[in-house]
Structures are given as structure tokens and as C-alpha cells.
């Protein structure tokens, strides 16, 4: 498997993707953020994303802020093989719903990141849209504070740069829509395609061009087309198998070790639960092993059992004068000879019999 010039690596997990993270997602009944923002009071779990309710009370969405801020979560390995993309050449633009700006702490270009949704990546004034230092947002967020324009005739409230419902979709992303057509290859990972217009994106890639679908489920009518590629399942795992066809898996396990860096006591715990592992396979093979042979011996036994039997109703009727008169003259036992070898010479047969 080979990739060749523009490398088109369309990274749509949901806004918040909680199997490889750790970030909780939205929509959960019970573990998802809008579950859990009950807390807050408002209106409609929703209302903490909404501008116009913002502007009114801003403290629930910095409450909300102050649990999902960059540095609380760290990339995956899906996160890294975008890297790794970008590392070799091969990506083109890497479009992303998230907001937590993972792609970025794995080390992707920021001029390779197109986020539909905006992120925590940069922060404005809502009235006069001026800038705010990263370190003045970061300081209000860990003390839950509520910032405010720097600019002192403005005063207005402070937001990262985040879509919040009311608003219109980056510049950014709507600028960068265009370029779909120009791609020779389009991998679409961890999302429901539920979301418009970013749902309708892979369907914008030429028709000649192939779409590798890693995900959980089937979605966005990937599949559809004579080149379209499946990999149903986990999205690490995926994107290890893809690694490893494209020869890269040794690249992509260390740009993940390098950041997950094993102390000598995680590497001897590792180590120590492969011990534990091996054992417990070793004991379950010999369980099977045990139970094996206990089967075979009862075989063995009731072979034996029918064989003998079958000897002693044959020979009963046919030999038993001639047994009687061998008994009579003191020659040789028949009887237990009968039993040990049973007519029919059936040892050539059954030799441990």
C-alpha cells in the first residue's frame, strides 16, 4: 500500500471523543457533559454554549471551561498519526471538530489544522473582537474567573474562540472547504457524520478518489463507493494497522513513546503484569491440557470395559466347553487370557490397550 502526493487526512471525531482522551462527550444520558452541567442550573444544557446566553451569565461556561482546558487531556496515538502524516509530507489539511486542541499538543502544524468549531487555541472580545494574552485566559480559567476586554473603553466579555450556537463557522474552515476537491486521499476517523455542514465534507473529495473510514460503526455513506476502505473498530487500533501496511508502525510507536515517556517503574510493572499474563495463559493451556488427557483416560477405560465385555459374551457361548476342559487338565488360565486380549486381535489396533 503506497500514498502518493496530497495525503487529505479529514480528522472528524464528535466535538468531544471520549474513548481515547478521556474527554467526556455531550450527548451521553448520564457521563456526558450536558448530563452533568445540571449543577449549573440552566435553562437548557445547551444555553452554556449559546451567545445570547453569554452574554447574560458567562460564570457556567468558564465553570465548564475550567474542567475541559488544554493540558488536562493528552493526545492519542490517532492524534500522533496525524503527526506522523504531516512528519512525512503527506498531509494536506487535517479538519477537525474538536475544540480541545490535542492535534496541536501531538505536534501538528497549526497551518495543517482547520477546526469547523473553533477551540481553547485563542480568545477574543465578544463586542470588539481584540485579542486577549494566552496567559491572562489561562490564569482566569484556573481561578474560574470570568475575563474581560483589555482595552478599558471596551470592557466587553472574553471567549475563546469557540462556535457557540448564534455564531457563524470560522472563516477559516469555510475557506478551506474548496480545497476538498484537490486531495488523493481522505481518511475520515471517530465521528457520526451527524453534524452539518462538516457531515457533508468527505462527500466533497473527487469521485476517483479513495476513503478510508476508521471508526466504530459504518457512517456518512463512506462505503458507497468502488474504492471506499472499512476498517470498523477502534480508532488506535486503526490507525496502527494502517501504520503498519504503510511500513510506519516503528515511526508512529515512537513518536507515542516519546511523549509517554515509561518510568522505570512503569516499565517494571509493565513488565511484571506480561509475566502475569504469560502465566495465566500457561495455566489455562494446561487446565486444557489436564482436562484433555482426564477425557482420554475415561475413553481409554470404557474401551477397555466394552472390549472385554464383548470378549467374555462371545467366547461364553462358543469356547466354554473348551475352557472347562483346559481348566480340567490345569493348563493355562484362557479365562484371564480372554479378558487381557480380547478375540478379534484387537491389539495391533489399540496398542496401549
Given at each position: ?80 498519526f496525524i503527526r506522523l502524516l504531516s512528519d512525512k509530507g ?187 499474563e504469560l502465566e495465566a495463559q500457561v495455566d489455562e493451556l ?68
Amino acid at each position: 500500500m503506497a500514498v502518493k502526493g496530497k495525503l487529505w487526512d479529514l480528522a472528524v471525531r464528535e466535538s468531544f471523543d471520549p474513548t481515547s482522551a478521556g474527554i467526556p462527550d455531550f450527548r451521553s444520558p448520564e457521563t456526558g457533559l450536558y448530563a452533568n452541567l445540571a449543577r449549573l442550573k440552566l435553562p437548557y444544557p445547551e444555553a452554556v454554549f449559546d451567545l445570547s446566553f453569554f452574554r447574560r451569565s458567562p460564570e457556567p461556561f468558564y465553570a465548564l471551561a475550567h474542567e475541559l482546558y488544554p493540558g488536562k487531556f493528552k493526545p492519542t496515538i490517532t492524534h500522533f498519526f496525524i503527526r506522523l502524516l504531516s512528519d512525512k509530507g503527506l498531509l494536506f489539511k487535517a479538519f477537525t471538530q474538536n475544540i480541545d486542541c490535542l492535534e496541536r499538543e501531538a505536534g501538528v502544524p497549526d497551518d495543517k489544522i482547520v477546526e469547523a468549531h473553533g477551540s481553547f487555541a485563542r480568545q477574543s472580545c465578544i463586542e470588539c473582537k481584540s485579542a486577549y494574552p494566552d496567559d491572562l485566559i489561562k490564569k482566569a480559567i484556573q481561578n474560574r474567573d470570568v475575563p474581560h476586554c483589555s482595552i478599558p473603553q471596551c470592557n466587553g466579555l472574553v471567549k475563546p474562540d469557540i462556535v457557540f450556537f448564534g455564531e457563524q463557522l470560522p472563516e477559516e474552515f469555510l475557506g478551506n472547504v474548496y480545497l476538498l476537491p484537490a486531495a488523493d486521499l481522505c481518511i475520515v476517523m471517530g465521528t457520526s457524520l451527524s453534524v452539518h455542514p462538516f457531515a457533508t465534507l468527505p462527500s466533497l473529495c473527487s469521485g476517483g478518489v479513495p476513503r478510508i473510514l476508521i471508526n466504530l460503526e459504518q457512517v456518512g455513506g463512506i462505503g458507497s463507493r468502488p474504492n471506499d476502505v472499512l476498517m470498523l473498530g477502534d480508532c488506535d487500533d486503526g490507525v496502527r494497522k494502517l501504520a503498519a501496511a504503510l511500513g510506519w508502525l516503528e515511526d508512529l510507536e515512537a513518536l507515542w513513546e516519546a511523549a509517554n515517556p515509561k518510568t522505570e517503574e512503569g516499565k517494571e510493572r509493565e513488565s511484571h503484569s506480561a509475566d502475569k499474563e504469560l502465566e495465566a495463559q500457561v495455566d489455562e493451556l494446561t487446565r486444557e491440557v489436564d482436562i484433555a488427557l482426564k477425557i482420554s483416560s475415561e475413553h481409554t477405560d470404557r474401551v477397555k470395559y466394552q472390549l472385554a465385555g464383548e470378549g467374555k459374551d462371545k467366547g461364553s457361548n462358543v469356547r466354554g466347553t473348551e475352557l472347562s476342559a483346559a481348566k480340567s487338565e490345569g493348563g493355562v488360565n484362557m479365562t484371564q487370557e480372554a479378558e487381557a486380549s480380547p478375540p478379534g486381535g484387537l491389539r495391533h489396533v489399540f496398542p496401549h490397550i
